[in-house]
């Protein structure tokens, strides 16, 4: 069993450390003067993924979490997201020890661990804004992504940054992209928007400060798509044959369906 030291990063903030390399990084005294157009650049990609009624993409996604002994392990999943405003979405995350499905119609949110054959339901009627402020905060269950797929992105992440950097260019999956990093006080993060006419998030990476270690979260995404380009799956959620239903309360007891395998466990530092 392995104890970990975990704690929830608020997906408001990011910075990228690098592995393997320990990179001092001198900024010129006007750097600042670059703050005002990477804002323009992030409300830019903030205003044109509130503005798709449709989008679907694949994405990459890694946790740090820190053990007792303070080594830092990386536990690492893919999925999908599909999303059809103002308050449907269907969104995957497959980690190797969870194969996790979940399905929101605009009334009743499900929650479906394949690997298990079992499901849960719970009313949260409201918007796509209101199901993700539901899940981070009540059920601690994020979506992939979620802060930059709510109408307000802008707002949630430029939410009291102390310091902008403008890093340039950037190549993820391919793209070209304009390269950014972000303080808080309690967080750091970086983001990487594709350059010309569909801004999108390519990868989106965050740094607790409160956590001995710093670990991070980090989401990249791919196949972006948007309007009819989009190949629905729908919303409406169908039992698989034989699944079982289980009180949304259940949910923390089923160890193949939390964010930590089975062999992990929370520890008391």
């Not at 298990?116 to 269950?141: F, M, W």
């Not at 993060?189 to 350059?195: D, F, L, M, N, T």
């Not at 607790?208 to 791919?222: A, D, H, L, N």
Request: glycine fraction near 8%.
């Amino acid at each position: 069993m392995i104890n970990v030291v975990r704690k929830s990063v608020n997906l408001v903030a990011a910075t990228k450390s690098a592995v393997a390399l320990t990179l001092v990084l001198a900024m010129p005294l006007g750097a600042k003067a670059d703050e005002a157009a990477a804002k323009k650049l992030v409300k830019a990609m903030s205003d044109y993924v509130a503005a798709q009624q449709a989008i679907s993409f694949d994405y990459d996604v890694s946790l740090e979490v820190i053990t007792t002994d303070d080594q830092k392990l990386t536990l690492a999943a893919s999925g999908n997201v599909e999303l059809a405003r103002p308050d449907k979405v269907r969104a995957s995350r497959s980690g190797g020890f969870a194969d996790i499905e979940t399905v929101f119609d605009g009334k009743t949110l499900t929650i479906l661990g394949k690997n298990l054959n079992v499901y849960t339901q719970v009313a949260i009627p409201g918007s796509i804004d209101h199901l993700v402020d539901e899940l981070r905060g009540k059920y601690r269950r994020p979506l992939p992504g979620a802060d930059l797929l709510i109408s307000n992105s802008y707002d949630e992440l430029m939410e009291d940054v102390v310091d902008v950097k403008d890093l340039g260019s950037g190549v993820i999956g391919g793209t070209e992209c304009d390269h950014f990093a972000f303080r808080k006080k309690d967080v750091d993060w970086e983001i990487w928007i594709a350059q010309g006419s569909r801004p999108y998030p390519c990868r989106y990476d965050i740094a607790t400060k409160v956590v001995t270690g710093s670990p991070e979260y980090s989401i990249q995404i791919r196949d972006w798509k948007t309007g009819s380009d989009v190949a629905s799956a729908g919303f409406n959620f169908k039992p698989p044959s034989g699944a079982r239903q289980v009180d949304v309360a259940d949910l923390t007891k089923l160890k193949d369906m939390s964010d930590l395998p089975s062999n992990f466990r929370t520890g008391g530092k």
